[in-house]
C-alpha cells in the first residue's frame, strides 16, 4: 500500500481526498484483489468504516466506479508523423468508462502496429479492471502476479494490452518442446533488453 502512494506523482494530489481515494485504492489493489467475493466485501467495509471515522464521509466517493487509478490515461500524441503513447502517469479515471475508451484506443494502435496479431478483446468491466490491476504490478519493482482463471478467459490477451499500455515487451515463454539452452538464450535476452531497451513483462504459461 505505501509503495502504491509513491507511485504518484504530487502535482494529482491536490487535496486531501485525492489522498484518501489513492489509499483506498492502493487497499483494494493489495488486498481484496487477492480474495473472493464474500472476503473482499468484509475487507472493504472494514476499513471503509476506518477510514469514515478517521477523514468524515467519504462513502459516496469510495465506489470502484468513481475510484479507478490507471497509468495508461494520457492521450497518445503525435511526434515526427509517429503516434506516441505517453509514459506510465499513474492518476484517477474520471470514470471506469473513460478507461475502457482509453484502452480501446490504445488496443486500435496495437493493432495498426501488429496487424498479423491483432488483439480481439471485448473490453467488458472485468476486463477494464483486469488491465488495471495487471498494469499496476507490470509498473512495481520486482513485482510478480498469478493469473487464474479457465482456458480462453482473456489471461494472456490482457497480460498483452497491459504490457503494451505500459511500454513494455510481451515476452511468453513457449510451451512444449522447449530446450534448456533456448531457455536460457531467451532469459539472456530478455535481460539485455530489459537492462538497455524498455521493460519487459515475462508470461510464463502453465
Known amino acids: 500500500v505505501a509503495l502504491g502512494l509513491t507511485m504518484v506523482n504530487t502535482d494529482v494530489l491536490s487535496t486531501e481526498l485525492d489522498v484518501i481515494l489513492l489509499y483506498e485504492h492502493e487497499l483494494r489493489r493489495v488486498f481484496c484483489d487477492k480474495l473472493d467475493s464474500a472476503d473482499s466485501n468484509w475487507v ?19 465506489r470502484e466506479d468513481h475510484n ?23 492518476q484517477m479515471a474520471d470514470s471506469e468508462l473513460d478507461v475502457r ?16 496479431a491483432p488483439l480481439k478483446l471485448i473490453l467488458f468491466d472485468y476486463a477494464v479492471q483486469g488491465v488495471v490491476k495487471i498494469s499496476r504490478c507490470l509498473h512495481s519493482p520486482s513485482t510478480s502476479l498469478l493469473l487464474m482463471g479457465i482456458p480462453g478467459s482473456g489471461r494472456r490477451s490482457l497480460t498483452r494490452l497491459a504490457a503494451y499500455a505500459m511500454g513494455q515487451m510481451f ?13 536460457l538464450d531467451d532469459l539472456r535476452a530478455l535481460h539485455k533488453v530489459a537492462a538497455i531497451t524498455q521493460p519487459v513483462a515475462l508470461l510464463v504459461p502453465e
Do not use: C, V
Open 101 to 116: 475508451y482509453r484502452l480501446e484506443s490504445i488496443m486500435g494502435h496495437y493493432n495498426d502496429t501488429h496487424p498479423k
Open 171 to 183: 515476452f511468453e515463454l513457449p510451451t512444449g518442446n522447449y530446450p534448456h539452452q533456448s531457455f
Open 44 to 62: 472493504t467495509e472494514q476499513y471503509t468504516k476506518d477510514i469514515e471515522s478517521t477523514f468524515g464521509d467519504t462513502a459516496g466517493y469510495l
Open 68 to 90: 479507478l487509478w490507471a497509468y495508461f490515461m494520457r492521450e497518445n500524441y503525435e511526434e515526427d508523423g509517429e503516434t506516441i503513447i505517453p509514459q506510465p502517469y499513474y
